[in-house]
Structure formats: C-alpha cells, structure tokens
C-alpha cells in the first residue's frame, strides 16, 4: 500500500512538472522573478540565421552495436539498401561433454535450429501469445543466406598493439564475402511474422512435468540448419583442443555471415538484438537403464534395456559483430551532396540512416569582422536578454517525401565537433519515457497533419542558446541525423575524418534505415524556410 501511494504522489508530481513546464504564457512572469522586480517586457520572437547544408558520410564502424540490421529496405526518396551481418559464435560452456561415458552406440543429432527474435511486444497472453512487431520495415519477401565464415574478426586491433579495440566499418562487405566457406542454408521468400513460435521438447523418462514439453519463442526467424555438418564441426569435437575454451573455439568456428538478398528493389529489413538469438543443437544418444539399486535392467533375452537421453547444446551469436551496407542512392541527390555551398547554406537537407547523410548546422551566420565569433552572436551577448526558448523547426518538403510509414519519427541533434549531446539533451525530463516518445521536449516527435504524412521536426535548443549568448560558450556546428532511438547516445567512428570535422556518428543514426528531406534555409518558400527562432525578454 506504500509503494502504491507512493507510486501515486510520484505520478502527479510529473503531471504537475509536464504542466508547469508546457505553459509557454508563464515566461513573462518566471523572467520577472529572476530579474528581481525590474520591468520586463513582452516575449518576442527574434529570428537568427542559420547555414545548413548536407554531407555524405564516409563509411562508419558497425561493430559493437546494442542493435543490428538484417534485410533489404527501398526507401522511397533514397532507394535500396541492403544490411548484411557478420558475427562470431560462443560456447555455451568450455570443453563441453555431450554424453555419458557409458553411452551404447552414438550421439544421433536430430535438429539444428537458428533463432534470430525481432523486437516485438506481447498484446494478448493466452494458449498462444499474439505479439505486435517492432522495427521492422517493408513487406516484402527477402532472401536469407547464412555462410560459415573464415574471416578472424579481431576483439583488439593487432596495430595498436592490441591496446585498442578493433574497428570494423560498414563498407567492408567485399572483404568479408571474399572468405566465405560452407553454405548452411538458404532460406528464400521470407518475411517476418508475428506469431509466437510455440515448440514441442521431447521428455526423458525421468521428466514427468508435461509444462516441460512446450517451449514459447518470441516472433523471430527460426532456420533450420544442416544436422550432419554440425554433428562433425562440434559434437565429434569433444575433448579436442577446438572446444577446449573461447578464444580456441572462435579460431576455428570463426563465424557466420548473414547475406540478405531481394527479388526487386523491394523488401524487408528488421533490427535485432543477438543476447536472445542462438544455435540449439538437439540430439540423443542412449545408455543402460538401471534398477533402484544401479543395476543394469535386462529384458527377458538378457539382453541390456537402454534408455534414451536428450539433450542441446547451446552456440551464442556473441563476441565480435559487425554490419556492412550497400546503398543505391539516386544521381540527382548525390549531385547535391558532391558540393554543398557551404558559404550560404541549402534549399534542401537531406537526412538518412545507416552510413547514409547528415546535415551540419551553423548558428547565427558569418563572422565579417573575424574576430572569431559570430556577428550576430556578438550582438546577442551585448543585449543581457534572458532566453525564454529558442528553436529549430524543421520543415519537411512534402514535394520531395513520399510520407506516410516511410518519415522517420524522430531526428537527433548533437556537438558535431565534441561528439556530445546538447544540454537540452541531458535537462529534459522526458528522458525517462519510452525510446519512442523519449527526450521529446528537446527533440520533438515528427508532427503529422490529418493526411499522416510528416509536416515539421521542433528541436528546442533552449539551454544551448542561453549558454552561447550569456554564458559564452564556443558556438560548434551542429550536426543533424535520423534516429531510430534518440536514448542512445552514444557514438561510433567514421572511417576518415570528412569536413567540417565530422569524426563520429551517433549509433541511433546508424541502426535507422529511414531517410527524409527538409526545407533548407536558402528555400524560396519563406514560411518553411529554416531559422532559429529566440523568444526571449529584455530588461529595461
């Protein structure tokens, strides 16, 4: 009952925090409180200049990722692109016996099954669970094939002196596919489902729990796999120096490389989480059965009874991993990303997934008297004005965007130049909520108009522009991507360093594979032409 009042008082503190914070109508008077009685007047709406413009990004390292990709996506605007994977395989335990010493005969592997689980939420619980997918895109059929890898992925970098940890980039798919050996399986015409996988187990003699003989799985793509090749590659390994512990299994089981594939441009692609995904080997082997006493039991031949045991054996998708991608990016973009006026800014940003685009934002334009800030920030911090918000909104050209499903709900601001969040990142109180509505008072949700399709993206950079005008912060470009998760903060490599010192990519923006296009601030359309808009009040 304490914890439920307490719960509760919880509750309507943050309601009373979420309405507090929403009343734009109270700046006025929060500016008199802080400026102790002196007269203030009305809140104004102070339009400042912005230069935006649009990069293609280098390759970015993939490798050591909380998600990964899989599957084939055409994206209307950007077009196909396709996430392969490669990962290592892990023992569930070292040195592993598989039998009994008295076993009669030998171990018979009955199945092989790979288990990749989507992300997915539970909707209804009953004799068979019903699941809502989660970050999954497209609908279209895909071809999956799944090699044994002989390429040694590396934990530490060999040319560092193994000090630092080993990169793997997204552009290295032909490396990786000049060292594939065995095919393990081909599976064509897939496309995920949401129905729970809902297995059968069979019992030893002395399990007589029936619950024991169903197993639920989460929805996921669960591949039979070749019996004969992994009873010789593991099972007839036991006691040999290849099983004997991790770092020997993984140079000789070296891994497996998932290659997607599509009939056409369209397809499906999926993100995946592998703590859940495996290889169970289930196979059976048999011993004498003994009486109460430990004696062997025979029949009435005198021959042994034997009695069946089953087992599995369990391989993890773990240790090194990594995705690679292929991109089919129209000419007409890609010849306005060759050469960006980056003097003047653009008509047009451009914002996709993967190692795909970024836009790099400048605030308050030219410095003309290069004194090393600019002109119009110098002004600003003549002015003491207390900083009631201040935004960047981001007009979606409808022209250009399909709309619908295809826009990405969420984009993600950051410090091009230091690779950190912003403050209004670590000050918004939403922080807390789910991935999907997250952090939405700094980097708002897509707003949609009555047709769904996506109309502006509002960043608030309150806190940002209060430490630039009162706190003399250094002003950084700014960089823009798409996210699929804007709680993931952190950030990976890019391959080279690509002006204006774009060194890192947030990993939110490399497991997203949606894209969009955004008014520039050089549009000719003035009402969604970008700006960053200062509300503030000045103290007589």
């Known amino acids: 009952m304490k914890l439920n009042n307490s719960i509760s008082l919880f509750s309507l503190i943050l309601i009373l925090i979420f309405l507090f914070a929403s009343c734009n109508e109270d700046f006025s008077e929060i500016g008199i409180d802080i400026l102790s009685g002196q007269e203030i007047q009305g809140n104004q709406d102070n ?20 998600v990964y990709q899989l599957g084939v996506y055409n994206d209307p605007v950007y077009g196909k692109t396709t996430a392969n994977f490669l990962t290592q395989i892990g023992l569930s335990n070292q040195d592993p016996t598989f039998a009994q010493d008295e ?11 790979m288990y990749l689980p989507f992300f997915s939420t539970i909707q209804t619980e009953d004799e068979t669970n019903t ?50 050996s065995s095919l393990l399986v081909n599976v064509t015409d897939f496309t995920p489902s949401n129905k729970e996988i809902i297995l059968r187990q069979e019992l030893n003699e002395d399990e007589t729990n029936a619950l024991d003989t ?47 594939t599509s009939n056409n441009d369209d397809g499906t692609m999926f993100l995946f989480k592998t703590d859940e995904a495996d290889i169970t080997i289930s196979y059976h082997y048999q011993i004498p059965k003994l009486d109460d006493d430990d004696n062997p039991v025979v029949d009435e031949q005198g021959n042994p009874v034997l009695k069946t045991i089953n087992k599995n054996y369990i391989l993890s998708l773990s240790g090194v991993q990594t995705n690679v991608f292929e991109n089919t990016i129209p000419p007409a973009i890609l010849g ?12 047009n940003l451009y914002i996709k997934g993967g190692d795909g685009i970024m836009t790099v934002i400048e605030l308050f334009g030219p410095d003309n008297d290069q004194n090393g800030i600019a002109d119009e920030l110098d002004e600003l911090r003549t002015k003491n004005w207390l900083i009631n918000e201040a935004n960047l909104i981001f007009y979606v050209n409808q022209d250009m965007v399909t709309g619908g499903d295809a826009e990405p709900d969420r984009v993600f601001l950051y410090n091009l130049k230091n690779n950190t969040v912003l403050e209004d990142f670590s000050r918004d109180y939403t922080i807390g909520l789910l991935p999907n509505i997250a952090i939405n008072r700094h980097l708002g ?14 960043i608030r950079i309150t806190n940002h522009i ?61 009402e969604k032409k970008l700006k960053l808009q200062i509300y503030y009040t000045e103290p007589n």
């Open 47 to 66: 339009s400042k200049t912005v230069i935006a413009y649009s990069r293609k990004l280098l390759p970015v390292a993939t490798n050591n990722m909380p």
């Open 103 to 113: 076993i009669q005969g030998e171990i018979v592997v009955d199945s092989v099954y």
């Open 131 to 180: 699941y809502v997918l989660d970050s999954v895109f497209g609908n279209q059929p895909i071809n999956i094939s799944v090699y044994e890898s002989t390429y040694y992925l590396n934990s530490f970098d060999p040319n560092t002196g193994f000090e630092e940890s080993q990169k793997y980039y997204s552009d290295q798919q032909s490396l990786f596919e000049s060292h594939l």
């Open 214 to 260: 169903l197993k639920r799985l989460k929805p996921g793509i669960r591949i039979a796999l070749d019996k004969d090749y992994f009873k010789q590659k593991i099972i007839e390994k036991e006691g040999e120096l290849e099983l004997f512990n991790q770092n020997n299994f993984k140079n000789y089981f070296r891994g497996i490389y998932f290659k997607a």
């Open 336 to 347: 306005d990303l060759a050469s960006p006026n980056t003097i003047q800014g653009e008509e």
């Open 445 to 458: 949700i897509l707003e949609r108009g009555a047709d769904n399709n996506g109309e502006y993206y509002k």
């Open 466 to 526: 209060t430490n630039l005008i009162n706190k003399d912060s250094t002003n950084v470009p700014l960089g823009l991507v798409v996210s699929q998760n804007v709680v993931l903060a952190n950030f990976n490599d890019l391959k080279e360093e690509q002006s204006p010192s774009i060194t890192k990519l947030p990993v939110s923006s490399i497991v997203a594979p949606k894209g969009t296009v955004l008014y520039g601030n050089t549009t000719t359309n003035e």
